[in-house]
């Protein structure tokens, strides 16, 4: 059983413009859901992270938009650049219970 | 910043041999974390351990064990590799269940 699903495996968007990946989860009891960033032959970073008291989360070019009745959320790249180009996942947990990861989607950017 | 180590980069193994992939993280942290990436499954937790010589079940953890012997040290065996263990194979660490993981930059295992 999927908890957490990224429906898109890949996403190409043009240098400047704004890239928005999806995320749904099934869980309820989740409360905190986090970004990860990975490059070829490199291990994930953390990229953001949004508690569920929050529905808005910005760092920089990064932000994160929680929907809880939807259980959905989003991550917005604005402006797109070269280096975005990675895939990215996310992930949720509840409590003190570990994280469970989507599946993935590679963002692509043209320049 | 924290550093997650991996032994390997690259594994190439046999069917039935056994298999120890080593990790290291120089950041005092409690907790420390084996998953395997696949194309289209994306990361899954095949065992942890939030302390020396503690360790828990992930979600995918048949044909594997663990060891933790030293806080900075977790091993991830490989009892008789097979064919359909070939994979990705990422260290984490984090110093709470609260905070992100630190990842290491991964082994990739070939099993023949």
């Known amino acids: 059983d999927q908890q957490v699903k990224q429906n898109s495996p890949s996403l190409s968007v043009q240098e400047g413009r704004i890239s928005i990946l999806n995320c749904d989860y099934t869980?309820?009891?989740?409360?905190?859901f986090l970004w990860y960033k990975k490059y070829p032959a490199e291990g994930p970073t953390f990229l953001i992270s949004i508690s569920s008291i929050k529905d808005k989360n910005e760092d920089g070019r990064f932000t994160v938009f929680l929907n809880k009745s939807a259980k959905h959320l989003s991550l917005h790249i604005v402006p797109s650049q070269p280096g975005d180009s990675a895939v990215y996942f996310c992930a949720g947990k509840g409590g003190n219970e570990k994280l469970t990861f989507g599946t993935g989607t590679r963002l692509t950017i043209i320049p | 910043d924290v550093k997650v180590t991996q032994s390997s980069r690259y594994l190439v193994k046999r069917t039935g041999e056994k298999v120890f992939l080593e990790c290291v993280q120089d950041m005092d942290h409690e907790n420390m974390f084996w998953y395997r990436q696949d194309p289209g499954l994306g990361l899954r937790l095949i065992y942890f351990s939030y302390d020396v010589k503690m360790k828990e079940k992930g979600d995918i953890p048949e044909g594997y064990s663990v060891s933790r012997e030293k806080k900075e040290r977790f091993s991830l065996i490989l009892e008789s590799a097979s064919t359909n263990q070939t994979s990705m194979y990422l260290c984490?660490?984090?110093?709470?269940?609260?905070?992100?993981?630190?990842f290491g930059n991964g082994t990739r295992l070939t099993v023949t």
């Open positions: 984490a660490s984090s110093l709470d269940l609260n905070s992100p993981l630190h």
């Open positions: 869980n309820s009891m989740f409360d905190y």
